[in-house]
């Protein structure tokens, strides 16, 4: 594992690393791509990336999330804030809601490291 | 959502639902999935599932792991065990080890659940 790796964002290098079952992941790599693991080992964020993606032009604001959970606004705006730093949604703000789209190159890198034994 | 996923074991339950990008994932169907999630989301057992996958003829031991880790081969057996219990290891005991073999449907099952991006 070179060194490089280590600064690279999660999204990075999970994307340059073999999927996981070729080859043994290093400890550098285990701990780099965690942010992206934890970040959908809770079911309420799993559901949330689903809801995002799957909404009308793949991007929801929180307005349109409330209803799907009975939690408040604020713990959902929390969810996708967590989301947003592990680097699985991007978001722009547009007048006062800041609207979340799945970023699909993360979510596609993480599927590829667990999915080399599928192929 | 059909009341029989409620009774499917996590594998069955990602096996039979759409990647969760297609369309909004149900909270039973997240609250199922969880075990294997929460299984790979510790970077001593993501690294585990690899080492084990990767190993000569794609099983091994506690006997075989020990190295690769700082740990106690107690605290190993336990994280092997958790990853068993969520579906992603089978084991099958042989004279005085226990040998373990990665679930290639459940990790496949879950990549499938987060790659529905990149098709």
Chains 1, 2 share one sequence.
Not at 10 to 38: F, G
Not at 69 to 77: E, G, Y
């Amino acid at each position: 594992m070179s060194k490089s790796v280590l600064e690279l964002t999660p999204v990075q290098a999970v994307a340059c690393c073999s999927p996981l079952t070729r080859e043994p992941l290093s400890a550098e790599t285990a701990e780099r791509v965690m942010p992206l693991v934890k970040a959908i080992a809770d079911p309420v964020r799993l559901r949330l990336l689903s809801l995002v993606a799957s909404h009308a032009d793949g991007e929801a604001c929180v307005c349109d999330l409330n209803d799907a959970f009975d939690l408040s606004q604020p713990t959902i705006s929390h969810h996708l804030k967590l989301l947003h730093e592990a680097g699985l949604l991007d978001r722009e703000k547009r007048g006062v809601w800041v609207y979340y789209r799945v970023n699909r190159s993360a979510l596609g890198d993480l599927a590829a490291l667990l999915g080399g034994v599928t192929t």
